[in-house]
Nanobody, 115 residues
Framework: QVQLVESGGGLVQAGGSLRLSCAAS????????MGWYRQASGKQRELVAT???????SYADSVKGRFTISRDNAKNTVYLQMNSLKPEDTDVYYC?????????WGQGTQVTVSS
């Protein structure tokens, strides 16, 4: 069974940085896409960034130039480096793995950016 374990959320001042990590287990293949989504209470979950098994990345316009997604295929781990954080980046961030036409989700990690 695929499991995703996230870490790295927390409280930071505007302009600061945080790094999120997500380790996947229970999957034998490395040919899957991983990504990060975020969701505020009462709002729809939105895409932040994705990275394919070959390293192709995509970003939401709101985070381009500030966030960087990367992965370590040997560790089945994806990272999200978040720089120049803004109060509007405050959300619960969810790790996502897409494989075999299924989406798998982590438990979510809170990121709070104070002004």
């Amino acid at each position: 069974q695929v499991q995703l374990v996230e870490s790295g959320g927390g409280l930071v001042q505007a302009g600061g940085s945080l790094r999120l990590s997500c380790a996947a287990s229970g999957i034998s293949s490395s040919f899957f896409t991983m990504g990060w989504y975020r969701q505020a209470s009462g709002k729809q979950r939105e895409l932040v960034a994705t990275i394919s098994s070959s390293g192709t990345t995509s970003y939401a316009d709101s985070v381009k130039g500030r966030f960087t997604i990367s992965r370590d295929n040997a560790k089945n781990t994806v990272y999200l480096q978040m720089n120049s954080l803004k109060p509007e980046d405050t959300d619960v961030y969810y790790c996502n793995l897409f494989f075999g036409w299924r989406h798998y989700w982590g438990q979510g990690t809170q990121v709070t950016v104070s002004s």
